[in-house]
């Protein structure tokens, strides 16, 4: 039997290497992580990090998705108080000009539209955050005040859209213009003509088409409102959906650069098995001649 009477030499790098994955085995036990660098695993990193890409695109939708959830939820509110307001304004307005009630009461009702018209103006005045919801994309622009002429509008005519990871457009704004003041629809000029058709005590000659055009602005408000309703609802879905996704994607990432406690600690434990052994071996090479080992 022939033996490389220089083969200890190679045992100090041996027990060097051994050391090396005990100390990176130790590490990536406390660390939980088994892939820290690119050097660890050039492909898992690299899938990690396009992983983690996806995890931050994910993130950043649900969190502007919950900002724009709150305004349309406030601007929703809004709408559906209008829709009331318009509702009551339509039933005093038929009250009044049925012809069963005296000057004074029908007087008593223009006061009362006058009073309905100003807290539709009011809330189509709404803010949010600072920014108010139907002046289009002039958010930092009061849309509607009382004029001498009537109620006027100072925003402009855009949409505000929003996109879903998926690419759908969502409309996250619609212009005051285009929901109280479309043209045969305008909610401020009938509610001002139905007042003044009730100052005299007698409704006049132009109630009744007054009366249709208020009707008619309240179908275009509930028009725009489902508009906002439904970008609601799809914002709401489209953010559940990246949640969902968020989490899936964290799964995988951990997955893919965590450490396996169970077998890193199993390969330590051989490590530290195979260092042991090394050292007894370097230990009795430094005590005893080379030869006593030969057979």
């Given at each position: 039997?022939?033996?490389?009477?220089?083969?200890?030499?190679?045992?100090?790098?041996?027990?060097?290497?051994?050391?090396?994955?005990?100390?990176?085995?130790?590490?990536?036990?406390?660390?939980?992580?088994?892939?820290?660098?690119?050097?660890?695993?050039?492909?898992?990193?690299?899938?990690?990090?396009?992983?983690?890409?996806?995890?931050?695109?994910?993130?950043?939708?649900?969190?502007?998705?919950?900002?724009?959830?709150?305004?349309?939820?406030?601007?929703?509110?809004?709408?559906?108080?209008?829709?009331?307001?318009?509702?009551s304004a339509i039933t005093l307005a038929v009250k009044g000009s049925d012809g069963t009630l005296d000057a004074a009461n029908v007087q008593a009702i223009g006061a009362q539209l006058a009073d309905l018209r100003d807290q539709v103006l009011a809330l189509a005045n709404t803010a949010y955050a600072g920014s108010y919801l139907f002046s289009g994309t002039a958010a930092g622009t009061q849309p509607f005040a009382l004029g001498a002429t009537g109620v006027v509008?100072?925003?402009?005519?855009?949409?505000?859209?929003?996109?879903?990871?998926?690419?759908?457009?969502?409309?996250?704004?619609?212009?005051?213009?285009?929901?109280?003041?479309?043209?045969?629809?305008?909610?401020?000029?009938?509610?001002?003509?139905?007042?003044?058709?009730?100052?005299?005590?007698?409704?006049?000659?132009?109630?009744?088409?007054?009366?249709?055009?208020?009707?008619?602005?309240?179908?275009?408000?509930?028009?725009?409102?489902?508009?906002?309703?439904?970008?609601?609802?799809?914002?709401?879905?489209?953010?559940?959906?990246?949640?969902?996704?968020?989490?899936?994607?964290?799964?995988?990432?951990?997955?893919?650069?965590?450490?396996?406690?169970?077998?890193?600690?199993?390969?330590?434990?051989?490590?530290?098995?195979?260092?042991?052994?090394?050292?007894?071996?370097?230990?009795?090479?430094?005590?005893?001649?080379?030869?006593?080992?030969?057979?």
């Amino acid at each position: 039997m022939r033996v490389d009477p220089l083969y200890h030499l190679g045992l100090p790098n041996a027990l060097n290497d051994i050391v090396a994955r005990e100390n990176t085995l130790t590490q990536q036990l406390s660390s939980g992580l088994r892939v820290a660098t690119a050097s660890d695993d050039p492909t898992a990193a690299a899938e990690s990090v396009r992983l983690g890409s996806a995890i931050a695109a994910d993130d950043a939708y649900t969190k502007a998705s919950s900002g724009l959830e709150s305004r349309l939820q406030v601007a929703d509110s809004a709408l559906g108080n209008v829709v009331t307001s318009l509702t009551s304004a339509i039933t005093l307005a038929v009250k009044g000009s049925d012809g069963t009630l005296d000057a004074a009461n029908v007087q008593a009702i223009g006061a009362q539209l006058a009073d309905l018209r100003d807290q539709v103006l009011a809330l189509a005045n709404t803010a949010y955050a600072g920014s108010y919801l139907f002046s289009g994309t002039a958010a930092g622009t009061q849309p509607f005040a009382l004029g001498a002429t009537g109620v006027v509008y100072s925003g402009d005519s855009q949409t505000q859209y929003a996109a879903t990871p998926g690419g759908q457009k969502l409309a996250v704004s619609v212009a005051g213009s285009a929901i109280f003041s479309a043209s045969g629809a305008d909610v401020f000029a009938s509610l001002n003509n139905l007042v003044a058709d009730f100052t005299s005590g007698a409704a006049s000659a132009s109630t009744p088409s007054d009366l249709e055009a208020l009707r008619a602005g309240l179908a275009n408000v509930s028009t725009q409102r489902g508009t906002l309703d439904a970008s609601l609802n799809a914002l709401q879905q489209t953010s559940t959906y990246a949640g969902t996704d968020e989490a899936n994607l964290q799964a995988a990432q951990s997955a893919l650069v965590a450490t396996d406690s169970t077998a890193f600690a199993t390969d330590l434990s051989s490590a530290e098995t195979q260092q042991k052994a090394l050292l007894s071996v370097l230990s009795a090479i430094g005590k005893e001649d080379l030869f006593d080992y030969l057979q």
